[in-house]
């Protein structure tokens, strides 16, 4: 069977990146975690969020899906369109695709000679990476993975690979603020990285960065270059759709309302598309096709142009993180309209 997922060339990777990236088994999980186990979810209990260093929290908004850690595969789920796939075998790679096929494989760090996964909870494994260190993907109700990295101590390793094969991405590129996007050579969004972060036991920032090398992108966690409260939560937080959620509600007298919320990665392209060529084609064309994949009734001409007008007129809403579109606006292309009624025309 052909592998779907193939890896960007050298040097379509050398020059689209500078410093980045990387950054769900129907049996529930049962029983009693194990000691390690414990110590991971109170190291990653900890966290706290902080916008102003792009730390989410990881035990936020975990999905409630059956996870185990018997058989070859931890967690297979489909949420919010998008189907994920955990390995127990940390030497299996760990894959999310969207509802367009498009996706990545992520292949973890020192996956040959980690122990198998650990159960922490639902939605959460653990793979001791036997130094110091333990690599926890963490599923996530709208489809996102954050694959936290737990490192316990100042003898644990400062650089993680994570290698990873995609299926349609063409085109890698780094925003100003570490960020990752890669997008097919038609302008479709195949998955994108929040800018990484690292954090100690006390709340305190740890410097971290990512680098490039060969098929690989590493984090590097400078644990070392200061005094921290041990353990350390780092990680790449991965995604592959724009929109966290999409609903419909009825107005009564056939009118209704499309609500399409956006995910953090849908958020961070809106608010940089300015300054990212190819963010407004993967606002306009991928988160598009992505609402109406989610909520069919989306799909008439009056509710593109609503679409098309949040997505280019963002900030004339205050970037609001809902985009509402309604059945009952009359159509026009005139974006003097669109922008002097706020895309209520």
């Not at 936020?60 to 595969?73: E, L, M, Q």
């Not at 690292?198 to 200061?226: C, K, L, M, Y």
């Not at 509600?249 to 940089?272: H, P």
Request: charged share 20%.
């Amino acid at each position: 069977m052909t592998n779907p997922y193939r890896r960007p060339s050298k040097a379509i990777l050398a020059t689209a990146l500078s410093a980045a990236i990387l950054m769900a088994a129907t049996p529930a999980y049962a029983g009693t975690p194990e000691p390690e186990g414990v110590g991971i979810a109170e190291a990653l209990d900890q966290v706290v969020p902080d916008q102003e260093f792009n730390v989410i929290a990881v035990l936020d908004d975990v999905a409630d899906i059956p996870t185990d850690s018997t058989g070859s595969t931890a967690v297979e789920a489909e949420l919010n369109g998008v189907e994920i796939t955990v390995p127990v075998d940390p030497a299996d790679a760990l894959t999310v695709e969207g509802a367009d096929g498009l996706g990545v494989a992520v292949d973890l760090p020192f996956s040959s000679t980690a122990e198998h996964a650990d159960v922490v909870d639902t939605g959460i494994v653990a793979y001791d990476n036997g130094n110091g260190s333990t690599t926890v993907p963490a599923v996530k109700e709208d489809g996102s993975v954050q694959i936290a990295t737990v490192i316990e101590d100042s003898g644990a390793p400062t650089s993680y690979d994570y290698g990873f094969e995609t299926n349609g991405a063409t085109n890698i590129s780094v925003l100003d603020d570490g960020s990752v996007i890669a997008v097919s050579a038609t302008g479709e969004l195949v998955f994108g990285l929040l800018a990484p972060w690292a954090q100690d036991a006390d709340g305190q920032p740890v410097p971290t960065r990512f680098e490039i090398e060969d098929d690989a992108i590493v984090q590097i966690v400078d644990h070392t270059s200061q005094d921290v409260a041990y353990p350390v939560v780092a990680d790449p937080y991965l995604f592959v759709d724009l929109f966290s959620k999409v609903t419909k509600t009825n107005k009564g007298s056939g009118k209704f309302v499309i609500s399409a919320k956006l995910s953090a990665w849908g958020q961070l392209i809106e608010r940089t598309w300015v300054v990212l060529p190819s963010g407004l084609g993967v606002m306009v064309g991928t988160g598009w096709a992505e609402v109406v994949s989610k909520q069919p009734s989306a799909n008439t001409t009056v509710m593109l142009q609503q679409h098309q007008c949040h997505a280019l007129y963002g900030w004339t809403l205050g970037y609001k993180d809902t985009w509402d579109y309604e059945s009952w606006r009359s159509s026009t292309w005139n974006v003097a309209t669109w922008t002097k009624k706020l895309c209520n025309w």
